[in-house]
């Protein structure tokens, strides 16, 4: 089992800055994709970038260039720069074994959440 707790979110004004970070604790969890999903109500769970075990990434289009995510062993962090107003969203760490994929049934392990609102 693999327990997930994030921390860093809160509220910015547009063009700020926010860095989300994310334990995993549990039994091989460092041979994991790790990755962040973002959900705002009315819409389906976005992945939003997600970094395998030998540090392979993969971003969104839409935070491609202002977010940016890095990982040591079972930990991971987000630093999102230059957030607009749709960036807002409670953002979730996820873990799974197996290669990255943007599709939520491969991570069997999810985060509580974490609410990032940015202003206008």
């Known amino acids: 089992q693999v327990q997930l707790v994030e921390s860093g979110g809160g509220s910015v004004q547009t063009g700020g800055s926010l860095r989300l970070s994310c334990a995993a604790s549990?039994?091989?969890?460092?041979?994991?994709?790790m990755a962040w999903f973002r959900q705002t109500p009315g819409k389906e769970r976005e992945g939003v970038a997600n970094?395998?075990?030998?540090?392979s990434l993969i971003y969104a289009d839409s935070v491609k260039g202002r977010f940016a995510l890095s990982r040591d062993n079972a930990k991971i962090w987000l630093q999102m720069n230059r957030l607009k107003p749709e960036d807002t969203g409670v953002y979730y760490c996820?873990?799974?074994?197996?290669?990255?994929?943007?599709?939520?049934?491969?991570?069997?392990?999810w985060g509580r959440g974490t609410q990032v609102t940015v202003f206008p």
């Open positions: 996820a873990a799974g074994p197996g290669f990255c994929t943007w599709n939520r049934g491969a991570f069997p392990y």
């Open positions: 549990g039994s091989s969890n460092a041979r994991f994709c």
């Open positions: 970094i395998d075990n030998v540090g």
